[in-house]
């Protein structure tokens, strides 16, 4: 358990004592967030903002996890999707950058290359020998998927990183919601350490877990310093994409793949909101929202960005604490 902590802390003052450096040399080299013309109007004061503050988080956490863990393949793997994510976000973020433009990479080949990151944790948790079944907590009954596992896979990792994309849209907002879930994850690695023996035969590859999911707390927390309102820097896709494949990896390695509905929950609401706005409009030629993804439709609604994002971390809180009840109790059928 002391790694875990330490991992965190280190994690989180890196973070924080890097930040101005950081933010410094994006302001530099004008690496500043493109605002889209059609976004709330107050969001214009943003353009400019130093972008690609995902970066931070990254580094941030690899540093701790590298030196804290035992590196075990479950730990491995999750890092591996984490930074994997982040580069494609980052290649998104280059792009706009570079074109002086809200629009990067094309969301086709941002698809093939999380399917080509999932190919690998497909290959990882097959070698592992991992169950191809999901657990249905309430009704107790474990659904076996065979191979349509794998495709669930890329649902959960393509899901995860296009949510917290969609929902970094107002300061603070994405990086709290985030690390309340990956408070929700650090937990549920603890808790299964801690049956399975702790100090003395516990499982290594939770403690791995619980290690990274504490690191990249930290980092986000450290990040969250400088992008709380009035945000000095935003994660960018780097960030959003690396914390969402994050999310999801954890779900992969802990066999919660239900629960990230709940632990994602801020985040598939976002996700949904868009989807209904742009059905609506299609088939019915009228819109749902006032703007989608629904944060805005609060902005426009006239909330302040402050009160819109504890509203959103309070129901983060709500849906994790629901979700971790649900682990604690059915612990036995998660744990296989």
Known sequence: MVQVLLSGIVAMVVSIALGPKFIAFLRTNEFGQQIRAEGPSGHLVKQGTPTMGGLLVMVSMAIPFLIFSGRTVQG??????TLASAAVGFVDDWMKITRRRSLGLAGRWKLVMLALITSVVGVVTYKQGFETSVYLPL?????????????????????ATNGVNLTDGLDGLAAGTVTIALFTYTAIAVVAWIVSGGRTSGDPASLDLAVLGAALIGGSVGFLWFNAFPAQIFMGDTGSMGLGGALAAFAIMTKTELLLLLIGGVFLIETMSVILQVG????????????????????????SEARIMVRFWILAVILCACAFVLYYRFFENFAG
């Open 76 to 81: 491995l793997t999750v890092l591996f999707v």
């Open 139 to 159: 009704v107790d009954v474990n659904v076996q998927l065979s191979y349509f596992w794998y495709g669930l896979l890329f649902l959960m990792i393509a899901g």
């Open 280 to 303: 609506s409009y299609r088939l019915l030629g009228r819109r749902v929202f006032l703007m989608a993804p629904i944060h805005h439709h609060f902005e426009m609604k006239a909330w």
